[in-house]
């Protein structure tokens, strides 16, 4: 059974800086393609980040490009999403995401 549990959010003052983790388990992880997204209050969900099996680089939506970098620790089954330099509109839930199955995702909240 695949699982996804995310960990690490908080609140966080502007400028601040975030890593939130993925545990995954249930499915070979070093094969598998996996992304970020995230759901501010009041709207949808919205793609952060993609971290691509093998040497597939990741890709970044427009809105965290050079801000937020994600990585993986095969080894550990974990997914990484470091976020430095946040933003108020960095608000949201953020999930860690395999296909259609996603976590139950982790608070980030960006705020003075």
């Known amino acids: 059974q695949v699982q996804l549990v995310e960990s690490g959010g908080g609140l966080v003052q502007p400028g601040g800086s975030l890593t939130l983790s993925c545990a995954a388990s249930?499915?070979?992880?070093?094969?598998?393609?996996l992304s970020w997204v995230r759901q501010a209050p009041g709207q949808g969900l919205e793609w952060v980040a993609s971290?691509?099996?093998?040497?597939?680089?990741?890709a970044y939506s427009g809105s965290v490009s050079g801000r937020f970098v994600t990585f993986r620790d095969n080894a550990k089954n974990t997914l990484y999403l470091q976020m430095n330099n946040l933003k108020p509109e960095d608000t949201a839930v953020y999930y860690c995401?395999?296909?259609?199955?996603r976590g139950p995702g982790t608070q980030v909240t960006v705020s003075s």
């Open positions: 995401k395999l296909g259609l199955i």
């Open positions: 249930g499915f070979l992880f070093s094969r598998a393609d």
């Open positions: 971290s691509m099996r093998g040497l597939g680089l990741p």
